[in-house]
T-cell receptor, first 110, second 114 residues
Framework: DAMVIQNPRYQVTQFGKPVTLSCSQTLNHNVMYWYQQKSSQAPKLLFHYYDKDFNNEADTPDNFQSRRPNTSFCFLDIRSPGLGDAAMYLC?????????FGSGTRLTVV | EDKVVQSPLSLVVHEGDTVTLNCSYEVTNFRSLLWYKQEKKAPTFLFMLTSSGIEKKSGRLSSILDKKELFSILNITATQTGDSAVYLCAASPNSGGSNYKLTFGKGTLLTVNP
């Protein structure tokens, strides 16, 4: 089945230790998104790619970076995670017919 | 700035009740409104609404969009405990093609008690 896959489902990282979250899609959609969702809050867009064009939201911290080496894969790099970065990170793709979300990665910072 | 407001923020009902969840939006160059159900994982797609006044149905769930008054409702009839979840509403602008950003509301936490 065509889908969006995020790995890992749960990630524990140490304060200040770089961490990478991954997302892959088999839908062949040219747009991919990373959202951050903190507890009891709405998902908040961090950035998105239209093909290889990277679009950063104005209020996304510099601590967050992203890479998209090809259509299928997209990575979220957190250079120095702080306690405030603990959240669910959602990857998504879009078509004319709607969004498809991955299962999310829940990040814990200790 | 685009804005989506959902009400109520939380709701507790008994099995069998009918509920109506509300979503109002202010989005420049509005394109579509989407409803999602979120349990303790990623959001699950329910409906995408682009045309005013046309009801979309899926089993016990239905939704309609009013583009004049800038709101949408999600109805759930004969609620079941499995309907307990956060229901998210999101709106997108018309940025062309398949590239569009979603602005989410804070969600309505629905609890259905047996």
């Amino acid at each position: 089945d065509a889908m969006v896959i995020q790995n890992p489902r749960y990630q524990v990282t140490q304060f200040g230790k770089p961490v990478t979250l991954s997302c892959s899609q088999t839908l062949n959609h040219n747009v991919m998104y990373w959202y951050q969702q903190k507890s009891s809050q709405a998902p908040k867009l961090l950035f998105h790619y239209y093909d290889k064009d990277f679009n950063n939201e104005a209020d996304t911290p510099d601590n967050f970076q992203s890479r998209r080496p090809n259509t299928s894969f997209c990575f979220l790099d957190i250079r120095s995670p702080g306690l405030g970065d603990a959240a669910m990170y959602l990857c998504a793709t879009s078509s004319l017919y709607g969004y498809t979300f991955g299962s999310g990665t829940r990040l814990t910072v200790v | 700035e685009d804005k989506v407001v959902q009400s109520p923020l939380s709701l507790v009902v008994h099995e069998g009740d009918t509920v109506t969840l509300n979503c109002s939006y202010e989005v420049t160059n509005f394109r579509s409104l989407l409803w999602y159900k979120q349990e303790k994982k990623a959001p699950t797609f329910l409906f995408m609404l682009t045309s005013s006044g046309i009801e979309k149905k899926s089993g016990r769930l239905s939704s309609i969009l009013d583009k004049k008054e800038l709101f949408s409702i999600l109805n759930i009839t004969a609620t079941q405990t499995g309907d307990s979840a956060v229901y998210l509403c999101a709106a997108s602008p018309n940025s062309g093609g398949s590239n569009y950003k979603l602005t989410f509301g804070k969600g309505t936490l629905l609890t259905v008690n047996p």
